[in-house]
């Protein structure tokens, strides 16, 4: 099956500067490549997605870029507001299942 | 709101004992997934159906059962409890499968504590 690892587990940066969060697959077939946010008591909310014939993709202050021969994608947010304070989590999709990272705590410090 | 519910909310139960989950997926989603997620597990994918049939399934316990009915909401069983299925579970849903690269949404989850 599917394993994603996501790198690092916390990350605490100055309200104003960048996050960058970064995952790798095994699975070369994986096509499909979500980033969720999940803030205290709520469930998983997409954010981002990004598919295999794409290498890069970008929504206001959030972008994803994907390398497909490296096996890795990785999540950018600009300008952190201490509302992007949350767990955010990336995901690999292979055939029908969605396999996720182990998540990526983000503070935001004002 | 993501158009996914769940019930119930929170729940408490006795190692040993059986509980019920129940998802309503959005409107018009034929596909419902089930996620446990604890604190030193993350998200782990249990069970995939769509369109009431069973499409994938993960690291189900065999305590755990699902199905998907006919109005397409989904139950979650899980019997025998142990401790260690306390956790939060997640119900999903999306228009098709992930192989088309349907976004997921994703309801609050149902938390259970098994004491």
């Known amino acids: 099956g599917e394993n994603v690892e996501q790198h690092p587990s916390t990350l605490s940066v100055q309200e104003g500067d960048s996050a960058v969060i970064k995952c790798t697959y095994s699975?070369?077939?994986?096509?499909?490549f979500p980033w969720y946010k999940q803030e205290l008591g709520k469930g998983p909310q997409l954010i981002i997605d990004?598919?295999?014939?794409?290498g890069e993709k970008k929504d206001q202050r959030i972008a994803v870029t994907l390398n497909k021969t490296a096996k890795h994608f990785s999540l950018h947010i600009t300008e952190t507001q201490p509302e992007d304070s949350a767990v955010y989590f990336c995901?690999?999709?292979?055939?029908?299942?969605?396999?996720f990272g182990a998540g990526t705590t983000v503070t935001v410090r004002a | 709101d993501s158009g996914v519910t769940q019930t119930p909310k929170h729940l408490i139960t006795a190692t040993g004992q059986r509980v019920t989950l129940r998802c309503s997926p959005r409107?018009?989603?034929?596909?419902v997934y089930w996620y446990q997620q604890s604190l030193d597990q993350g998200l782990q994918f249990l069970i995939q159906?769509?369109?009431?049939?069973?499409?994938a399934k993960g690291n189900i316990l065999e305590r755990f059962s699902a199905q998907q009915f006919p109005d397409l909401h989904s139950e979650l069983n899980l019997s025998s409890l142990e401790l260690g299925d306390s956790a939060l579970y997640f119900c999903?849903?999306?228009?098709?499968?992930?192989?088309?690269?349907?976004?997921?949404?994703f309801g609050e989850g149902s938390w259970l504590t098994v004491v």
């Open positions: 990004i598919r295999s014939n794409v």
């Open positions: 699975d070369s077939a994986s096509n499909y």
């Open positions: 159906y769509y369109n009431g049939e069973e499409r």
């Open positions: 409107s018009g989603d034929l596909s």
């Open positions: 999903a849903s999306s228009a098709a499968g992930v192989y088309s690269g349907n976004t997921i949404y």
């Open positions: 995901a690999a999709s292979l055939e029908y299942k969605l396999s």
